[in-house]
């Protein structure tokens, strides 16, 4: 079983910064795609970045130049340093682990807020 912890989010003006955590339990971690997804009110939830367990990183396109996805494996943590923030990234931010045996884990998410 593997449990997935977010922190991180919170409040923050436009232009601003925030670096979210997401801490895994388990045995799996080094060998996952790790990632971020979004969801804002009344939208699907979408894809914002992965990280392959070689350390290829995938962005979408909204987030490209502004986010960074990275991994501590001996940490068992993935990072999104998220810079330049705007209003539309207002969003509940969701962990998750695609491990090899392509069973997916989430974690319970954590709430982003982009306002002035």
């Known amino acids: 079983q593997v449990q997935l912890v977010e922190s991180g989010g919170g409040l923050v003006q436009p232009g601003g910064s925030l670096r979210l955590s997401c801490a895994a339990s388990?045995?799996?971690?080094?060998?996952?795609?790790m990632g971020w997804y979004r969801q804002a009110p009344g939208r699907q939830r979408e894809l914002v970045a992965n990280?392959?367990?070689?350390?290829?990183?995938n962005y979408a396109d909204f987030v490209k130049g502004r986010f960074t996805i990275s991994r501590d494996n001996a940490k068992n943590t993935v990072y999104l340093q998220m810079n330049s923030l705007k209003p539309e990234d207002t969003a509940v931010y969701y962990c998750?682990?695609?491990?090899?045996?392509?069973?997916?884990?989430w974690g319970q998410g954590t709430q982003v807020t982009v306002s002035s």
């Open positions: 998750y682990a695609d491990t090899l045996t392509r069973r997916v884990y």
């Open positions: 990280i392959l367990s070689g350390g290829s990183t």
């Open positions: 388990g045995s799996v971690f080094s060998s996952s795609t």
